[in-house]
Structures are given as C-alpha cells and as structure tokens.
C-alpha cells in the first residue's frame, strides 16, 4: 500500500463499491504489441465473497516501490488511460505496467494506487482490510523491481545472478535427496563458476574472475532495490500462493527464491551434511549474497507461519512507509495465521456450499464472526487515528496481550522520533537506519551521543533467564490511569537511585568483537571506578562503608563478565564473549547510591532510579519527573520510562523479601 505517495484523480474516475459484499476494483489492461504505447485499461468490481456456484473472478496483483532508483525519462506527467480518461500515476508504475502488459491477451491486475481512492479515508481503510484477503485470493502476484540498470547493473550480470539462484534451489534439492536415499545427480553449475575455456578443457586461472565478481555485486544489489525496503511489500509477496519476481526483462519464481534460502540453510537445520555454498567459487562471498538472501527470505516465512505481533512488528521495524501509521497497518495481512490454513479453510467452505448451500453461508458468517483482530483493541487498520494514538494503543494492546511488560524490553536508550508520545510506548516510525542520536547536556553545552538501535530479540533472551519480580503478583498488574491512555499505572519496588554513570563517548561508540571488548574499554571502565572513590568518599556512611569494604568489585567483575547471580559465582548464562558484545559494549555502566553495580540504557543518568516491577522479568530504569518532597497527596510519583537495565544481584527476585512492605504504585507517563 503506498497510502500518500501516488496522485490522487477525481473520484468520479472510478466505479463505487459496495463494502457491505466486500467488492474491490480491479483493472483489465488492454494488450498492444508495441511496448511503448499509451497503457489503455478499464475499470471492473468484483466481490471477494463467493457464493453458491460463484467463484471470485481471476485476477493477478501488483506489487512495487512507489518510486524506484530508475533515472529512464518516461514522461512529465506519466498517465495511463481508465475508461478512456486520463489517470497520473507515477513514473515506477508506467515501467511496471508495460512490463506486464500482454502483447496479445488483457491481463487483469489489482493496483493498490489505482484500484483505491487514496483520498477517501474511510474508502481506504475498508479496502486495507481487505488486503489479506485481495493478496490470497488472486492467482499471483507480480513483484516489480525495476531495472538492474537503475542500480547500475547489466541484464546479462542479473540474468546470470538469477541463473545462480536457480541452480542454488536445484544443488538443494538434489542434496536433500541425496540425504533421504535417493541417487540424485547435483546439476553442473553455470560455466563461469570455472576458469575453463570455450573447448570446456583448458582451465586459465583468473578467466572468468571478473564476471564472477559482477555477478556477486548483482546478486547483492538485487536485494538492496528499493522493492525489499518497503514494509507493504512483506505480506505483499508472502501472502499470494504463487508470485514471480521482475528484474528487468529477467523474471524468476518467488517459489525458487525461497527453495534457494531453504538449500542454504539446510545444512545449519541438520538435514542434509553437504552445504551448496561448498560448491560456489569464493568471489561469490564478497558482498555476502547469501546473507541477504537467507536473512530476507527465512524473516518473511517466519512471518507467515506465524509469530507474536511484537515480534512481527519489530522485525519489520526497519523497512520504510510514507505513512508512519502503515508500520502497523502494511503488517495486518497476518493476523489470523498461515495462507494455507485460510485457502483449505475456503476450500472446505466451497465443498460444502455445493452440497448445503445454507450451512456454508452459516460456516462463512461463523468464520467472519470468530476472525481475531491483529492486536486486542486494534480488530483493524483505520486512517481516521493519528499515528500518535495508532502507536500509544498498539503498545498498550502489546502489554495487554502478553499481561507483561515484555513488549517494552529492548529499547537501550532510543528516543521516540515522533512527537507527543508517552515515553513507555513504542515508536514504530523508528527504524534502524535513524540518526540514533539524542543530545546530552554537559555544563558547557548539549553534545551528540549515538544511540544504539533497540535489539528486542537479544533482551527477550535476558527477560527469559531472569525473574527479578518473583513468581507472585503482588498488585493489579498494568493499567492506564487516564482516559486518554497516556499514563501507565505500574506496581513496584525502589531498588536504588544511579550516582555515577560511565563516561559517555561524544559521537558513536566503536564496536568491538567479544573478546576484545574489555581490553577495549579498559580506560573508560577504569575512569568510572576513580570517579565513584570521589563520590562515595562524601556519600552516605552506610553507603561509604559498603564501598570501601571492597564488596564491590565482585559486583563490578559480575557485570563485565555477565555473571550476575551471587548464587552461581563463575556462571555466565550466554557466554563472556556473546556477553561483551551484545550487551556490555551497549549499554552504560552504573553505580547505584547503596553501592549496587549494574548497566542500562546509554541514556541513563544520575538520579535515575533503578524499579523492579510487577510483570517485568528485568530491572528497569526510570526517570522521576518529581522529587519526593514534590509528591503530595496520594498520587502515585511520576517517571518517564528509560529502559530495562541488568543490576548483580538484583535479577532473581533476591531484594524481593527485604521489600516486601516497599511495593507502591507508580504512573509512568
């Protein structure tokens, strides 16, 4: 869906629907033999639901970028023809549309641009709804890339990278075969992979190097087209039971993409011992093909054999919409499970309606009924919410959903980038080619500190090992406390308030592997050591003795080393490499009033205050927005939510029974 990124013509142009049967507008494209005339199409409504002795008409979809990298002047003002009308559209759908355009036949296509009046909103949000629906039912989809040349690649290089694929996919099944007891050949794979000669004998070393090299940079630049950075474009291809991808004048079945991720992967799954990338010549590696391959492919199809919507949503955080709201809204198409699962669903519906046709009207209405929303509170898309409430009940629905506050792990210290959200909900406008920065104040001036980009997955990982909240609800568990749904009512304990935090570095933190991490930063973690002798050594006396007792510095190798259970001394749960390099070097160390070690957020400071809350398996650091003499009455204190945290000795619910009198509710806004 490319909601504000296509001209919008009259309404009068196109014929109305009636939502009541679920009726959309698909377009018969007019065939011509000469590729560069005026694209002439006509407009026709069908109905999605099917009835007694009806079937839903054939029709194919398109899917594409709303603008390519292409620099072809097609035209000032690209239009096609509707009904004999004029119709703009842009510039990467008149490529699309004559690449697709039969010379001989009408070919029918659902256009999102064309086939929905982008201007009407109510029109709109009902025809998203029915996204899902429009992308199984139609006999493929036509996936649009553009031309390899906009990415400054040669048909022959994409050709010969598509060739590539398909032996891939070819190499994988006959190596599965192979596995199951089956004498498979493994097919000869393309001739350049060798440095032989036309006679097919004599081998020159470094014959085909360069080609192999192009090939590669095709292969990589395949997947960086603006098509795959799109978030519409995930239940666009995954959806439809068959789809063919268009490079160009090359072409190739999104079917062979996907068997070529499975062959490159199977190894790794433990069902085969052979690995087809063992047979591909090493120039192949240098942009790492494989990898975007495999990443892409296995990301959508975990997608669609289903996952929480948290998860859903995070992993397709980073690809881009014009409409922020469409970061939810372009991934609703897999609410309800697999597309096999609804097409048998359908099938067993038309079974029936041939031998009962009442009862598989009744089945139908009981299905309608019975279909779950994507989210609690969110049963479907609507362009009549701004992006600020849409984000605030997806977060609130998130939390509600899980009856935890796992939904809001991960986040190591981001900032929202949209304005007016409550500091707990999630931005989903985010991606992870942000800026990342936010600016700290220092006494001369604000400075720039990078942020690093929010890792849900990894901090699910913690959420999973550690129980700091214990195993017994002790309040009411999350709830809003205004009617607007901004304030989010917690239950809690103190753990301690930050003193000292580590040095920030202006700029962006160098990444380091594991093992080096902490030769790495063995200066900055040094420096946080001097400076807290300076601040315990006017600190409370409690606190002053507790430091200079050296109990400390368990605490401060417990968290460098990620062992921070007191009971398991020596025990790192994830490994000191793994340890180093996916939390330590992201996160800021810190050192607590009382003493306590621990990191969080880049954007923890002084005077933050570490909780332990209800339903959240992780500590987390918040942000009083009063002090406690400023409390009064009986409201609860307020905070801004920074980030969950990691605290020695504060991960298994060990201060739980000291606090057992401590718990209150606070309001994070």
């Known amino acids: 869906m490319k909601s504000s990124e296509e001209p919008c013509p009259g309404v009068t142009l196109r014929p109305p629907l009636d939502s009541s049967v679920d009726e959309i507008r698909i377009l018969d494209i007019l065939p011509s033999e000469n590729k560069s005339a005026p694209i002439a199409c006509s407009y026709r409504v069908i109905g999605l639901k099917s009835s007694k002795g009806q079937q839903i008409p054939s029709f194919e979809t398109l899917s594409y970028a709303w603008q390519d990298a292409g620099s072809d002047a097609e035209s000032e003002a690209p239009q096609i023809i509707i009904d004999n009308t004029p119709f703009p559209i842009s510039a990467s759908l008149l490529r699309a549309m004559r690449r697709l355009r039969f010379p001989d036949r009408i070919r029918t296509l659902w256009i999102d641009a064309v086939c929905i009046n982008q201007a009407d909103h109510v029109e709109k949000t009902q025809q998203v709804n029915l996204m899902r629906r429009i992308y199984a039912s139609c006999s493929q989809c036509n996936i649009w890339l553009g031309y390899p ?29 192979n596995f199951s007891g089956i004498d498979a050949p493994i097919p000869s ?41 799109r978030v519409w474009t995930v239940q666009e291809a995954a959806l439809p039971s068959a789809a063919t991808v268009y490079w160009g004048s090359c072409e190739i079945s999104w079917h062979v993409l996907d068997m070529a991720s499975e ?23 240098r942009f790492k093909p494989l990898d975007y391959l495999t990443s892409v492919m296995r990301g959508i199809m975990i997608s669609l054999w289903g996952e929480e919507p948290v998860s859903l949503l995070y992993r397709w955080r980073g690809r881009k919409a014009t409409d922020p709201r469409d970061k939810v809204y372009g991934l609703m198409g897999f609410k309800s499970g697999t597309v096999d699962d609804d097409d048998n669903e359908q099938s067993e519906d038309d079974d029936e309606e041939e031998n009962d046709g009442k009862e598989g009207e009744k089945r139908e209405e009981e299905e309608q009924e019975e279909e779950v929303g ?5 049963p479907s898309c609507d362009y009549t919410l701004d992006t600020q409430t849409l984000f605030r009940r997806v977060s609130w629905a998130l939390v509600k ?31 992870r080619w942000s800026d990342g920065f936010f600016y700290f104040d220092t006494e001369v ?53 930050i003193a000292v935090v580590e040095q920030r570095e202006v700029g962006g933190r160098q990444e380091f592997p594991g093992d080096q991490v902490l030769i790495a930063n063995a200066a900055r973690y040094g420096e946080l050591i001097g400076r807290c002798h300076d601040y315990f050594s006017s600190a409370s006396e409690a606190s002053r003795k507790r430091w200079q007792s050296g109990g400390w510095m368990q605490e401060y190798l417990g968290v ?65 927005l009063q002090s406690e003499h400023q409390e009064g009455g009986k409201k609860p204190r307020a905070f801004t939510w920074v980030g969950d945290c990691c605290v020695y000795g504060a991960m298994m619910g060990e201060d739980l029974g000291e606090k057992e009198d401590d718990w209150v509710e606070i309001a994070v806004h």
């Open 374 to 378: 994507f989210l609690p509170g969110i």
């Open 401 to 431: 959903q899980s009856n935890s506050l796992q939904p809001l792990i991960g986040r190591r210290g981001e900032a929202a980038k949209l304005e007016g959200l409550p500091s707990w909900v999630i931005d989903w406008s985010q991606d």
């Open 149 to 177: 040349r906009d990415v400054g690649v040669s048909e022959e290089d994409a050709q010969a990278a598509f060739d590539t694929i398909a032996w891939i996919t070819a190499a994988g099944e006959a190596m599965d075969a």
């Open 560 to 624: 460098l080393t990620g062992q921070l259970d007191p009971e398991m001394p020596g025990y790192c749960p994830f490994g000191q490499d793994e340890w180093a390099s996916t939390y330590l070097q992201h996160h800021l160390l810190f050192v607590t009033e009382g003493g306590k070690v621990g990191f969080g957020p880049v954007t923890s400071e002084p005077g933050d205050e570490v909780w332990v809350l209800e339903l959240c398996r992780l500590p987390v650091v918040l942000k009083p």
């Open 445 to 497: 001036k604000k400075v720039p500190v990078q942020v690093p980009a929010a890792e849900y997955w990894e901090h699910e990982k913690l959420y999973n090992h550690y129980c700091a909240d214990g195993p017994v609800m002790v309040g009411a568990g999350p709830r809003l406390l205004d009617e607007s749904g901004r304030v989010l009512g917690l239950d809690g304990f103190l753990v301690d308030r």
């Open 189 to 229: 794979p393309p001739g350049w992979f060798r440095d032989v000669e036309d006679n097919g004998t004599d081998e020159k070393e470094g014959l085909n190097h360069q080609l192999r090299l192009r090939v590669s940079e095709a292969f990589y630049k395949f997947f960086r087209t603006p098509w795959w950075s």
């Open 263 to 285: 062959a490159v992967m199977a190894p790794v799954d433990g069902r085969r011992d052979g690995h087809v990338g063992d047979l591909m010549p090493e120039e192949l590696y």
